[in-house]
């Protein structure tokens, strides 16, 4: 897991509100992820990118945005129209796109109030 | 996404007993990852299976792809209260080029 860092750890959120959770890697991998965890459920991926400049939908995409300006960056934004936003989110990369070994960040756990 | 059946969802065993989750899928797998999460963690990878049959261990963990590349087996012998922890197995979504997570399976390791 080394080489990925999220911030911030706990991010709390008032409704309506949009907010940016940053992840950022020096492990000078291609592809990057970002995954939804639920309270005692799997990782459902939100969006993921290749290469830079470029993202692509993941299977829960709706109300939610990313940029891809750099190789080590990949924020992610949980807009107003995210209905439930409340969960722990998770950032990976990999060294390329083929879906070998993702090494993911600690995490962020969102709370909206 | 192509799912992956993941088998039990939960798991209380008592520290030294072995345990066992299995993962499933309808269609042939390329390859199956595993991942351990520890409580309030992050997946870290564990393992990855290519070949038919193939069978790899880490000391106490032995992990197994099927012959038909449609299952996979993660089982931990002795377990210790180290092993506590979500284990996830993961496969690889094809054209999608992403990885598609298993539901889990949560282990407790009673002392």
Not at chain 1, 85 to 113: K, M
Not at chain 2, 10 to 32: A, K, P, R
Not at chain 2, 67 to 89: M, P, R
């Amino acid at each position: 897991d080394g080489g990925i860092t999220q911030s911030p750890k706990y991010l709390f959120r008032k409704e309506g509100q949009n907010v940016t959770l940053s992840c950022e890697q020096n492990l000078n991998h291609d592809a990057m992820y970002w995954y939804r965890q639920d309270p005692g459920q799997g990782l459902r991926l939100i969006y993921y990118s290749q290469i830079v400049n470029d993202f692509q939908k993941g299977d829960i995409a709706e109300g939610y945005s990313v940029s891809r300006e750099k190789k080590e960056s990949f924020p992610l934004t949980v807009t107003s129209a995210q209905k439930n936003p409340t969960a722990f989110y998770l950032c990976a990369s990999s060294i390329d796109d083929l879906g070998e070994t993702q090494y993911f960040g600690p995490g962020t756990r969102l709370l909206v109030l | 996404g192509q799912q992956v059946m993941q088998i039990p969802q939960y798991q209380h065993v008592q520290e030294g007993e072995d345990f066992t989750t299995y993962c499933n899928s309808s269609t042939t797998l390329s390859n199956i990852q595993w991942y351990k999460q520890r409580p309030g963690g992050h997946p870290v990878f564990l393992i990855q299976l290519v070949k038919s049959g193939e069978v790899k261990k880490q000391k106490r963990l032995t992990f197994q792809f099927g012959e038909a590349k449609k299952n996979s087996s993660l089982h931990i012998t002795a377990t210790q209260t180290t092993d506590v922890g979500t284990y996830f197995c993961a496969r690889h979504g094809g054209s999608a080029r992403q990885l598609t997570f298993g539901s889990g399976t949560q282990l407790t390791v009673l002392p």
